[in-house]
Structure formats: C-alpha cells, structure tokens
C-alpha cells in the first residue's frame, strides 16, 4: 500500500505542475510537457510555439518558474528546457486554445470547429476529431464533433500515434469543453500493406493462368483444328495433284 500511495502521489503532483505551467505560459502557446528524474535532479521539458515569452527578458521569467517548481511542487533541482513546436497545426494542445479563444471571442461554435479541422488537415495530419461540448445552442448541454480522416480511439496505436489536446471556453452561456485528436503525419497503420517490387537480378514469377483463359486458348486450338481438316478435304476433292497444306 505504502509503494501504491507513493506512485499515486507522485502523479497527482505532476498533474498539479503541469496544469499551473500551462497557465503561467498560456500567452506563449503551451504545447505539452515532460518531466523526467534525473541523477542530477528534475528535467522539465516545455514545448511552446514562443520560447522567448517563456525565456524572457534576461532569462527572469524562466527563473521564477523554476524557483516556483522547487519551492511550491517539491521537485529536486529542476532544470527547465524549452523548446519550440516545429509545427503549431500538429500539436493538439495549441490547436485546442486557438479553438477555445476563438469561441471566446464569439465564433459560431460550427465556423470554429470546421475551420480547425482544415487547419490540421492541411498541415499532413492524417486524421482529425474536433470535440466541442456544452451549451452550443440553447440551455441544454449538448455535444459537436467534427471529423476528418482516420482516428483511432483505442489500443496500440492510438497510444502511440494519437495526440490530445484540452482546453476551456468561457463563453456568456456558460464554460465550453474543448477537446482535439491529431493523428501523425508517420502514423503506421496495421491495415496498411506495402508491396515490395522485384530486384534487379531476381526473376517475377508469372501469373497463373486462371480458368477462363485456359479455355479460350483450348477453344482457338479447336477452332485452328478444324479449319486445317476442312482444307485438307476440299484439296482432296479437287483432281490434281495434292498441294500443300500450311498446318
């Protein structure tokens, strides 16, 4: 119990961490986190689409967060990394507040959600699922969704190649539930089959022959047959001297 409590501990407070790093860093586009232990201490990897808001001026902004991280969350000597998203379209957390802010500032829920999906679609994403929950359209709570291309929601693959994003829309009806799916661009699918061509060198094996063809070809030969006999008869008929026959 002792060993369940602590691992069960331990991620309350990395739950805790990242939710009050995705709010001091929310202007700069937060993009996920990752915390890793260390020999030396506590590597915190922070991924944003402005590294220099999170940096600030002469490195003071990321000073008091990581005084923060140390002193509020208990981490051993945190060292804070920050790196820049290659591709904001892709990264399902930044794709979830420009949603969230785009509600906010009075996008018909509809517009917001299809114009999202084709952003994410034509930056190579090979599938989509924009999820919008709560009072869309009157008092009751409702669900929208809006797809494009292959989602996985469970197993090996959705674990490995599915990124989701999370976010909030206070809006003047009430809060609204942001939630988007991005499948990689590298996305492996199993159903996926790739032929491979033949080297050079190596012989193609020929395709058999199916039934239909071995027909036909007995049906010509038949046909060739006959008209051989029936020349071969009139040439009989005829007086003379028998001619040659092309066979």
Avoid at 10 to 27: D, F, G
Avoid at 68 to 93: G, M, R, S, Y
Avoid at 223 to 246: H, T
Wanted: charged share 35%.
């Amino acid at each position: 119990m002792v060993s369940e409590r602590k691992f069960i501990s331990e991620n309350v407070r990395r739950v805790l961490l990242k939710e009050h790093i995705r709010k001091e860093v929310e202007r700069a586009g937060f993009g996920g986190l990752e915390i890793q232990r260390t020999p030396m201490g506590t590597r915190v990897t922070l991924i944003a689409e402005r590294p220099g808001m999170v940096i600030g001026k002469d490195g003071r902004a990321i000073k008091n967060l990581t005084e923060t991280i140390e002193k509020k969350f208990a981490f051993d000597n945190p060292q804070i990394e920050v790196e820049e998203v290659k591709n904001p379209n892709l990264n399902a957390n930044i794709m979830a507040r420009k949603l969230a802010d785009s509600l906010e500032r009075g996008w018909k829920f509809r517009r917001a959600g299809h114009s999202t999906v084709q952003k994410i679609m034509e930056a190579g994403a090979k599938g989509c699922q924009v999820i919008i929950a709560g009072k869309l359209t009157g008092e009751r709570h409702r669900t929208a969704k809006f797809t494009a291309g292959h989602i996985k929601h469970s197993g090996e693959t959705a674990s490995i190649w599915m990124e989701k994003g999370y976010a909030t829309a206070l809006t003047k009806p009430g809060i609204l539930g942001v939630k988007v799916l991005i499948m990689n661009p590298d996305a492996k699918l199993p159903d996926e089959i790739r032929i491979l061509t033949a080297e050079k060198g190596m012989e193609e094996k020929k395709p058999e022959k199916t039934e239909e063809k071995k027909k036909e070809e007995k049906k010509e030969e038949v046909k060739k047959a006959s008209n051989i006999i029936k020349k071969l008869k009139k040439k009989i008929k005829e007086p003379g001297v028998l001619e040659e026959v092309e066979v």
